[in-house]
């Protein structure tokens, strides 16, 4: 990260300048590196807070705003489920009370904070859900992934999760929180690597022009968004997300490049949407898939059937068979990459 300087905006969202803001002399003598540190606790201490005391106000609050109709697809609902509760805790207000999970924690912790540490811990109230792509970036170097609002097209720093699959393009929804020099998202984020980026940012126009913005209608947008992602058959058959986190997964592991990754995944979403397949086990279809982009994209020679099966767990044939139904009903699509 590069030294924030004294005339730079100040990271933490306020709109001053940094030297007037949280670079300025706070009252509490600690230095950003604490400050961040103390932030991160806070930010701990409130979802433990809240899930320890308000577990059933936010089960009753997910019922309130629910808008989906994902049929019986369980993945689907627990997604949208957690999606929910990043924007219960900023921005429904309980049941019998008028004010929200932050704003109780908030009076509590409040008064003993100070200095640039209350400053920046009061801004999270104000941080609405958005849309943004992750950017360019080397895994082997960069501690820190950039990622840019789809709507305001600003960019931000979030900490790079070791084990975290981040694909560079894809799309992440989620409420970014300031902290000294960087954000990070609010208990998750909820990733939308199936879908297209046009569609859900025409979706996220839609719902941020109407009164009361993403902050009111963040429900209805992201059930709106998790459908684009799906046709008919998948609202039926969580398997073939299965096979997309699976093939993604094996060949992060293996570095290969995100744009390579994303290509095998618009080959493995147009098939599904045109055969509508039907299967029980994801790893044949995986490694199937797998193998077809390593032969189209990486013109690997070198790599058989029989490895890729061996790392599936699943047998040659099984692989086999599925590379040519893949093979057979993308051959227009696969020529237009060789």
Excluded at 260 to 287: H, V
Excluded at 307 to 321: H, R
Aim: glycine letters at 4%; aromatic letters at 10%; proline letters at 4%.
């Amino acid at each position: 990260m590069s030294k924030i300087r004294r005339n730079d905006p100040c990271p933490c969202g306020s709109g001053k300048k940094y030297k007037k803001c949280c670079g300025a002399p706070n009252k509490s003598g600690l230095n950003p590196q604490v400050v961040t540190q103390r932030l991160y606790q806070l930010h701990q201490l409130f979802i433990s807070f809240v899930m320890s005391n308000y577990e059933k106000t936010i089960q009753e609050q997910i019922k309130l705003h629910d808008k989906s109709d994902f049929k019986e697809n369980d993945e689907i609902v627990n997604v949208y489920h957690t999606g929910l509760t990043i924007w219960i805790l900023l921005h429904a207000t309980s049941l019998n009370q008028q004010q929200t999970l932050f704003d109780i924690f908030s009076r509590k912790i409040a008064p003993k904070l100070s200095g640039s540490l209350k400053q920046i811990f009061s801004t999270w109230a104000n941080a609405v859900p958005s849309v943004y792509e992750i950017q360019p970036f080397d895994p082997e170097e960069e501690k820190f992934v950039t990622v840019k609002d789809l709507q305001t097209k600003e960019t931000y720093n979030i900490p790079r999760q070791e084990n975290d699959d981040y694909i560079e393009g894809s799309l992440v929804v989620g409420t970014l929180l300031p902290f000294v020099d960087h954000h990070n998202f609010l208990y998750s984020m909820i990733k939308l690597y199936r879908h297209e980026k046009a569609a859900v940012l025409d979706l996220y126009k839609k719902y941020a022009a109407e009164k009361g913005g993403m902050k009111q209608h963040f429900p209805d947008f992201l059930a709106d968004a998790l459908v684009l992602g799906m046709s008919g058959n998948e609202l039926d058959n969580e398997m073939y997300e299965k096979v997309t986190q699976l093939f993604a997964n094996h060949l992060v592991n293996k570095d290969i490049h995100d744009e390579t990754i994303l290509n095998g995944i618009k080959l493995w979403n147009k098939y599904c949407k045109e055969e509508k397949p039907s299967f029980q086990k994801i790893e044949p279809y995986a490694a199937a898939l797998e193998y077809l982009v390593q032969k189209t994209f990486l013109n690997n020679t070198s790599l058989t059937q029989s490895q890729v099966a061996k790392e599936y767990e699943t047998s040659p044939g099984t692989v086999s068979t599925n590379f040519r139904k893949l093979s057979n009903a993308l051959e227009s699509e696969i020529k237009q990459y060789q």
